[in-house]
């Protein structure tokens, strides 16, 4: 069986040094690359569906499709997977998720009919499914607690908010320059790249112990995770009403409780119920969900506003939200210093109330060209802070947990993630939709952002204090986490 995740983690040299060695850099380049690559799939289409709807004779109704097929695999399956790179070896599963990506997005950019394409992009979120938490857990079993791992976890976290931002700018270009189909097609030299390096620069990290799988716990909080994902992204199309929805999350919400006491009653638990109880897991989860939430939404108002109210395109709307990107990698960057020094709850605080501020100016946005720079400088700023949480949250959700258990760990924070970028938009769409009830035009588009905006700095301030409030007291200078 594996180890108890009250166990206490190894002490390893890397955790009070604060240099890499050149393996170390090397390592982290190519995961970074990787968590980057898997980043700009997930915007990389959005501004292109117009396009690829229209090359390959897809309906308007059915165009979501294309991004619903991706959520589905990518959040339903990262829990599962994130046990299963524990199972059968995370540098395994990390090489063949990536060979898989690159695959799939050689078929997507070769594609005929909507039924290649979409099966195609089922397979690139299997990838991703798989891919991230294998990469998580080799960074954070790579590099012990400290001040090592707390940089590493900030790269990792700016990084992935760029390629988020870069996604869209090169899907823009792309696009406008050559064929959507290039939006699949240069995933494929990167993927071979790292495919081709992985086996010499990662250790291979298989262990003797081979528990069983949870079959009962797999099948449970999988097909939990896909009709919830399922019905969040009814709720963007259809609203929060419709039949689909509220079965979909009626099921999905039964599964996802019936999955606890399944756990319970394990003898070699996907995820064991002492983890689900640690506060640094549990309230570092929240915050990471919060954190998603809040950022991923706020793009898809900001685009509403840039495209329907100021009018423009969409290559200068990805363009403008390179600033945000910027920020994110200062904020990344910085992350790991501020976690650090200042630990984990003091770092979602203040990164939450940076956050904040700097989203509630928007809700005096105009229909003027003049409130760009309002724009540009908040994401900006709002960019740090959201790292700052992301970082603390990464560190938080991993700390204090034997090698055995980072798989779980990070398979949880991944499905954090990709579950908070599913809810986001569905959740703003329906608050943004409600508020425009009454007006027309621009007008009503103008309303409806304004007061989604303002949910969503209030849902911030909320989400920083609870988590901060909850959790225990974090390492700072080499002191040991509260995470009882």
């Not at 069986?1 to 009070?16: D, I, K, L, Q, Y």
């Not at 980057?36 to 289409?45: G, K, N, T």
């Not at 740090?384 to 560190?395: K, P, S």
């Not at 301030?461 to 920083?464: I, K, L, N």
């Given at each position: 069986?594996?180890?108890?995740?009250?166990?206490?983690?190894?002490?390893?040299?890397?955790?009070?040094r604060?240099?890499?060695?050149?393996?170390?850099?090397?390592?982290?380049?190519?995961?970074?690359?990787?968590?980057?690559?898997?980043?700009?799939?997930?915007?990389?289409?959005?501004?292109?569906?117009?396009?690829?709807?229209?090359?390959?004779?897809?309906?308007?109704?059915?165009?979501?499709?294309?991004?619903?097929?991706?959520?589905?695999?990518a959040?339903?399956?990262?829990?599962?997977f994130?046990?299963?790179?524990d199972?059968?070896?995370?540098?395994?599963?990390?090489?063949?998720?990536?060979?898989?990506l690159?695959?799939?997005?050689?078929?997507?950019?070769?594609?005929?009919?909507?039924a290649?394409?979409?099966?195609?992009?089922?397979?690139?979120?299997?990838?991703?499914?798989?891919?991230t938490?294998?990469?998580?857990?080799?960074?954070?079993?790579?590099?012990?607690?400290?001040?090592?791992?707390?940089?590493?976890?900030?790269?990792?976290?700016?990084?992935?908010s760029?390629?988020?931002?870069?996604?869209?700018?090169?899907?823009?270009?792309?696009?406008?320059?050559?064929?959507?189909?290039?939006?699949?097609l240069?995933?494929v030299?990167?993927?071979?790249?790292?495919?081709?390096?992985?086996?010499r620069?990662?250790t291979?990290?298989?262990?003797?112990?081979?528990?069983?799988?949870?079959?009962?716990?797999?099948?449970?909080?999988?097909?939990?995770?896909l009709?919830?994902?399922?019905?969040?992204t009814?709720?963007?199309?259809?609203?929060?009403?419709?039949?689909?929805?509220?079965?979909?999350?009626?099921?999905?919400?039964?599964?996802?409780?019936?999955?606890?006491?399944?756990?319970?009653?394990?003898a070699?638990?996907l995820?064991p119920?002492?983890l689900l109880?640690?506060r640094n897991?549990?309230?570092?989860?929240?915050?990471?969900?919060?954190?998603?939430?809040?950022?991923?939404?706020?793009?898809?108002?900001?685009?509403?506003?840039?495209?329907?109210?100021?009018?423009?395109?969409?290559?200068?709307?990805?363009?403008?939200?390179?600033?945000?990107?910027?920020?994110?990698?200062?904020g990344?960057?910085?992350?790991?210093?501020?976690?650090?020094?200042?630990?984990?709850?003091?770092?979602?605080?203040?990164?939450?109330?940076?956050?904040?501020?700097?989203?509630?100016?928007?809700?005096?946005?105009?229909?003027?060209?003049?409130?760009?720079?309002?724009?540009?400088?908040?994401?900006?700023?709002?960019g740090?802070?959201?790292?700052?949480?992301?970082?603390?949250?990464?560190?938080s959700?991993?700390?204090?947990?034997?090698?055995?258990?980072?798989?779980?760990?990070?398979?949880?924070?991944?499905?954090?993630?990709?579950?908070?970028?599913?809810?986001?938009?569905?959740?703003?769409?329906?608050?943004?939709?409600?508020?425009?009830?009454?007006?027309?035009?621009?007008?009503?588009?103008?309303s409806?952002?304004?007061?989604?905006?303002?949910?969503?700095?209030?849902?911030v301030?909320?989400?920083?204090l609870?988590?901060?409030?909850?959790l225990?007291?974090?390492?700072?200078?080499?002191?040991?986490?509260?995470n009882?």
């Open positions: 069986m594996a180890a108890s995740t009250t166990a206490a983690p190894p002490v390893a040299a890397s955790g009070s604060t240099r890499m060695t050149g393996r170390e850099r090397l390592l982290l380049t190519l995961l970074l690359g990787a968590q980057f690559m898997v980043a700009v799939d997930f915007s990389i289409l959005n501004v292109a569906l117009p396009e690829v709807g229209a090359g390959l004779g897809f309906s308007l109704a059915n165009l979501q499709w294309i991004a619903t097929s991706f959520a589905l695999a959040a339903g399956f990262t829990l599962l994130g046990r299963v790179a199972l059968v070896g995370r540098k395994r599963l990390f090489v063949g998720g990536m060979a898989v690159g695959l799939s997005s050689l078929l997507g950019g070769l594609a005929t009919d909507p290649v394409l979409l099966a195609a992009r089922v397979l690139q979120g299997l990838a991703t499914a798989a891919v938490p294998a990469g998580l857990a080799l960074l954070t079993t790579a590099f012990r607690e400290g001040p090592l791992r707390e940089r590493a976890l900030g790269l990792n976290g700016a990084l992935m760029a390629g988020f931002t870069a996604g869209a700018i090169l899907g823009g270009l792309l696009t406008s320059l050559l064929s959507w189909r290039w939006a699949f240069v995933n030299p990167v993927a071979a790249l790292v495919v081709a390096l992985a086996p620069v990662i291979d990290d298989r262990s003797g112990d081979r528990p069983r799988l949870d079959v009962p716990g797999a099948t449970t909080v999988t097909a939990g995770l009709l919830l994902v399922f019905g969040l009814q709720a963007g199309e259809h609203g929060w009403t419709a039949p689909a929805t509220l079965v979909a999350l009626a099921a999905g919400a039964a599964l996802t409780v019936a999955f606890w006491f399944v756990e319970k009653r394990a070699a638990p995820i119920v002492a109880r640690r897991v549990i309230w570092g989860n929240a915050a990471g969900l919060v954190a998603f939430v809040t950022e991923t939404s706020l793009v898809f108002l900001l685009t509403l506003y840039l495209q329907k109210v100021l009018g423009y395109s969409p290559l200068a709307t990805g363009l403008a939200f390179g600033v945000l990107g910027l920020g994110t990698v200062l990344g960057t910085l992350g790991g210093r501020v976690v650090g020094r200042f630990g984990t709850r003091a770092t979602i605080l203040g990164g939450g109330l940076v956050q904040a501020a700097a989203t509630v100016p928007l809700v005096a946005l105009g229909a003027d060209q003049a409130w760009l720079w309002l724009l540009l400088a908040a994401t900006f700023v709002g740090v802070g959201n790292m700052l949480v992301i970082v603390a949250f990464m560190v959700a991993t700390s204090g947990l034997p090698d055995a258990d980072q798989g779980r760990a990070t398979g949880i924070a991944t499905m954090t993630q990709q579950v908070g970028i599913t809810m986001g938009t569905p959740i703003m769409s329906a608050i943004a939709t409600a508020a425009m009830a009454g007006a027309v035009g621009a007008d009503a588009v103008l409806g952002v304004r007061t989604a905006i303002g949910v969503n700095a209030a849902l301030v909320a989400g920083s609870l988590a901060a409030a909850f225990g007291r974090s390492r700072t200078a080499g002191s040991a986490p509260e009882a």
